[in-house]
C-alpha cells in the first residue's frame, strides 16, 4: 500500500541507550565495526555503511551555566530531493512507493558519487559487497506493514514512525509544548530542508551542533553544475583561440 | 564559511590518473586537430603524434574507471539501466555525462588514431580531408576538451569541502589539461627530432595555457575564501610547490632554445599536472 511514511526523532526523549541502534544492525544483518573506545560514551562513531542509526552524545553549557547532555539518534533523512538521487548515474537510487530514498543493492555499481554528494554523512561504501549503502527505512518490513526496526526497539519513543503528515503534526506540537514549558533553544528540523526530510528532528541546539547544515548550507550538489561548465566553456575559448592564433604564426620563431 | 558534514567518497589514485590522461588525451586531440587545421605541412609530423598519443592513453581511462568500482563487472550500469535495459543519461550528474563523452570521444579518437597510423607507416593518404574531415575534427576537438574539464566538474557537484565551494575547477582543469598535452607533444617532437617550427607553435601555445593555468590557479583559491585553509596546512606545501613549480619554471625556461631546459620544462609540466590532481582530489577528502 502506497503511503508516505516519516520518522520524528524527539531528542529531549532520546536517553542514548543505542537499542535503535542494536535494533537496526540485528533487522538488516549489519555486522558493524569493531568499537572505539574514547573519552565518550559514543563508540560508534558516524552514520556509515554498517551503521544506520548513530547515536550522537553532545555536552554544551547552558545559558544558566550548567552543562547539558544532548543525545540524538542519527539516520538517513530521506530527502524529498535528495542529492544522492540526484548524481547517481546508474539510477541505483530510487524513491519507492513509502517515498523513501532506497539503494536499489542488485542495481549500485560501487561508484561513490552519492558519497561525495550526501550532505549528511549517511552513506558509506561497503568493501565486503563493493556497494554503497545506507538506511533503507526498513523497507522489507514496510512492505510487510511492520514499524521500522529502529523505531520498534526504541523504549522512550524518542524514534517515532508513522504517516509523514502525521509526523509533522505530532512535533510542531511537542515543539509548542516544550516552548511553553520555557524550553526557547527547542526548534525543528527538517520541515524545509531539500524539500522536507522523511526524518524530522527536535534539536535543543542549532543543526550544525549535531553534524546538520543549517537551511543555508543545505543545497543540492546541481547548484555548481552551469558555473562550472560556465567556467570551462570561457576556458576553452580562450584555450583555442589561444592555440589557433600560436598556430596560425608561419615561421620557427619563438 | 560553508558548512560541510560530508563523507569523502574514497576516490583515489585511480581516479587521480583518469583526471590525468583524460586531461592529457583530451588536450592532446585538440591540439592535434587545431595543429592540422590551422597549422602548415611542417606541422604534420606533430599533428599526428597527437592523433597517435590521444587514442592510447584514452584506452587506459575506462580500466582505471572500472577498476575503481566496487562492482566492476556492473561498469555497464552507467550507460544502461539494469532493470529497464533503456539507457541511462543524466545531463545534470556530470558522472553520467562524462561516461557517453568518455565513450563518444573514443571513437573520435580511434578513427583519427587510425588515420595517423596509416599515413605514419603505410604511407596512406590521410582521410579526414575536405569540409568533412574538418568537421570531424573539430566535433573531436570539442569532446576532447569536454572531457578535460567535465573532469573539475564532476568534482564540483557534490557536497564536498572545496571541490563544492568552488566554480574554476572545471576551467583549471581544461587550462591545465591544454598544457600537460603540449608539453607531452613537445617532447615526442624533441624525442624524435621533428621539424622544429611546430615546436616553437607549440610552446608559444602554451605560453598562453599557463597564463590561463595561473589566473584559475588564482581564481580558484580566491573563490575557496576561507575554505582554502584547507589547503595551506603543511602536509599540502610540497604538492602545491611542484604544482607551482610546474607552472612557473616552464614558463621560464620556455625562453632557452637549447635542448635540455625545453625537455625539462615538459617534464616539470606533466608532473606538475598530475601534482595539481593529486593535491585536489586527494586533498579535500581529509
Not at chain 1, 83 to 100: G, L, R
Not at chain 2, 108 to 133: M, N, Q, Y
Request: proline share 4%; glycine share 10%.
Amino acid at each position: 500500500m502506497a503511503r508516505t511514511v516519516g520518522f520524528f526523532t524527539d531528542t529531549t526523549l532520546c536517553i542514548g541507550c543505542k537499542a535503535c541502534e542494536v535494533a537496526c544492525k540485528e533487522w538488516n544483518q549489519l555486522p558493524g565495526h569493531a568499537p572505539a573506545f574514547g573519552d565518550g560514551y559514543d563508540n560508534t562513531g558516524q552514520l556509515d555503511e554498517q551503521n544506520w542509526r548513530h547515536v550522537q552524545f553532545h555536552e554544551r553549557t547552558t545559558a544558566k551555566g550548567g552543562v547539558a547532555w544532548n543525545m540524538m539518534s542519527d539516520v538517513c533523512k530521506h530527502c524529498t530531493q535528495a542529492s544522492c538521487m540526484e548524481v547517481c548515474p546508474t539510477n541505483a537510487i530510487i524513491k519507492t512507493e513509502f517515498d523513501t530514498v532506497y539503494i536499489q543493492p542488485s542495481v549500485c555499481n560501487g561508484c561513490r558519487d552519492c558519497i561525495a554528494a550526501c550532505p549528511y554523512h549517511v552513506i558509506g561504501f561497503d568493501e565486503a559487497s563493493g556497494l554503497a549503502q545506507k538506511c533503507t527505512f526498513c523497507y522489507d518490513r514496510l512492505q510487510a506493514n511492520l514499524l521500522p526496526a529502529c523505531a520498534k526497539a526504541c523504549p522512550t519513543e524518542s524514534i517515532k514512525f508513522g504517516e509523514l503528515g502525521t509526523m509533522r503534526e505530532i512535533a510542531g506540537a511537542r515543539l509548542n509544548q516544550l516552548r511553553g514549558q520555557g524550553m526557547a533553544e527547542a526548534r525543528l528540523y527538517g520541515d524545509k530542508e531539500y524539500g522536507g526530510l522523511h526524518a524530522l528532528f527536535l534539536l535543543t541546539d542549532k543543526p550544525e551542533a549535531y553534524g546538520l547544515p543549517n537551511a543555508e548550507n543545505a543545497v543540492l550538489p546541481s547548484r555548481n553544475n552551469i558555473r562550472n561548465y560556465l567556467g570551462s566553456v570561457v576556458t576553452a575559448a580562450i584555450g583555442v583561440v589561444g592555440a589557433v592564433f600560436a598556430f596560425r604564426e608561419r615561421g620557427g620563431k619563438g | 564559511m560553508p558548512q560541510h558534514f560530508v563523507a569523502p567518497p574514497q576516490w583515489e589514485w585511480y581516479i587521480v590518473w583518469y583526471f590525468f590522461l583524460g586531461g592529457l588525451a583530451g588536450g592532446a586531440y585538440a591540439l592535434g586537430a587545431i595543429l592540422r587545421l590551422m597549422g602548415d605541412q611542417r606541422d604534420a609530423p606533430v599533428s599526428r603524434i597527437a592523433f597517435l598519443l590521444t587514442f592510447p592513453l584514452l584506452a587506459i581511462c575506462p580500466i582505471l574507471l572500472t577498476l575503481d568500482l566496487g562492482r566492476p563487472l556492473r561498469f555497464w550500469h552507467m550507460m544502461i539501466d539494469s532493470r529497464t535495459f533503456t539507457l541511462n543519461f543524466k545531463y545534470w550528474s556530470p558522472m553520467s555525462v562524462g561516461v557517453w563523452v568518455l565513450l563518444v570521444f573514443s571513437l573520435f579518437a580511434l578513427i583519427s588514431f587510425l588515420e595517423a597510423f596509416g599515413t605514419w607507416r603505410s604511407g596512406k593518404a590521410p582521410f579526414l580531408t575536405g569540409g568533412l574531415g574538418r568537421l570531424f575534427m573539430i566535433v573531436g576537438a570539442f569532446f576532447g576538451l569536454f572531457l578535460a574539464g567535465y573532469t573539475g566538474v564532476l568534482l564540483s557537484v557534490s557536497n564536498q569541502p572545496v571541490w563544492s565551494d568552488t566554480w574554476a575547477l572545471g576551467g583549471l582543469f581544461l587550462a591545465s589539461g591544454l598544457s600537460v598535452a603540449a608539453a607531452a607533444l613537445t617532447l615526442m617532437t624533441r624525442l624524435g627530432r621533428h621539424e622544429a617550427s611546430a615546436e616553437a607553435k607549440l610552446t608559444r601555445a602554451d605560453r598562453y595555457f599557463t597564463i590561463l593555468e595561473l589566473v584559475l590557479l588564482a581564481a580558484f583559491f580566491l573563490s575557496l575564501g576561507a575554505v582554502a585553509s584547507q589547503f595551506l596546512q603543511p602536509r599540502w606545501m610540497a604538492l602545491w610547490a611542484v604544482v607551482v613549480i610546474g607552472i612557473v619554471v616552464p614558463f621560464v625556461l620556455q625562453f632557452s632554445s637549447a635542448r635540455a631546459p625545453a625537455m625539462l620544462a615538459a617534464v616539470l609540466t606533466l608532473v606538475g599536472g598530475l601534482a595539481l590532481r593529486i593535491v585536489v582530489v586527494f586533498g579535500a577528502q581529509m
